[in-house]
């Protein structure tokens, strides 16, 4: 079935920086990737839609210049966390379509645990 | 806002049946019903999903009744890895902002 990798897996790093997380299909191209993120104990919330080539659209309430997404290519996807802070960390989750047709199921990746000190 | 109902919890002995409800009755013609699973600390796996008809796969079996205004995931034989949070989301077409996560259902399998 399709497989989407996202790394890294976790990381821990300090307030201020920025950080960058991948979200790659290996099996597919995805003209359409997703980016969740999910606090604990709680459901997964749509961060943005990112296009191949196009730019990201981000949902309400998440800013932009702070989560910058790029989508370069069919099989690749990022997500960088600007100026990180504790609030930040959270678990942060991607996903792809495999296809355009209308009952696609999404495709998710392992997640990344993302700990601001 | 959230277009299915599921119980907050269920329990199930291991090697039995788990069956897990949901309702969507405000669904709509052309909606499909998809059912993914979140282990924890894990991204969600998507497990099936169906329009009207009944789906069976490798992993489960979804049951939609004829209103199509609630379903049921049945895993046949629960394993202590089947312990997860499943939810059951509608969604029409391919984009991501109809597809809501509700808070799920967290099934326990008890040994």
């Known amino acids: 079935g399709a497989v989407v990798s996202q790394h890294p897996s976790w990381v821990i790093c300090k307030s201020g920086t920025s950080v960058k997380i991948e979200c790659r299909s290996l099996?597919?191209?995805?003209?359409?990737m997703f980016w969740y993120r999910q606090f604990p104990k709680q459901s997964l919330m749509l961060m943005a839609t990112?296009?191949?080539?196009?730019?990201?659209?981000?949902e309400q309430g998440v800013e932009k210049d702070k989560f910058l997404i790029n989508h370069a290519s069919l099989t690749l996807s990022t997500l960088t966390v600007t100026s990180a802070h504790p609030e930040d960390s959270s678990f942060y989750i991607c996903?792809?379509?495999?296809?355009?047709?209308?009952?696609?199921?999404?495709?998710f990746g392992n997640g990344t645990r993302l700990t601001v000190t | 806002d959230a277009k299915t109902t599921q119980p907050p919890s269920m329990d199930c002995a291991e090697g039995r049946a788990a069956n897990l409800p949901c309702n969507h009755s405000?669904?709509?013609?052309?909606?499909?019903v998809y059912w993914y699973r979140q282990i924890h600390s894990q991204g969600p796996q998507y497990i099936i999903h169906?329009?009207?008809n009944n789906e069976t796969n490798e992993m489960a079996s979804l049951i939609i009744t004829e209103d199509r205004k609630s379903s049921t995931l049945i895993l046949p034989h629960a394993s202590l890895r089947d312990t997860a949070v499943y939810y059951c989301?509608?969604?029409?077409?391919?984009?991501?902002?109809?597809?809501?996560f509700g808070t799920g259902t967290r099934l326990t399998v008890i040994p």
């Open positions: 996903s792809a379509l495999a296809a355009l047709e209308g009952n696609s199921p999404l495709h």
């Open positions: 990112s296009n191949e080539g196009s730019k990201a659209t981000y």
């Open positions: 099996d597919f191209q995805a003209t359409t």
């Open positions: 169906g329009l009207k």
């Open positions: 405000t669904i709509s013609g052309n909606e499909y």
């Open positions: 989301i509608v969604r029409v077409g391919t984009g991501a902002n109809n597809l809501f």
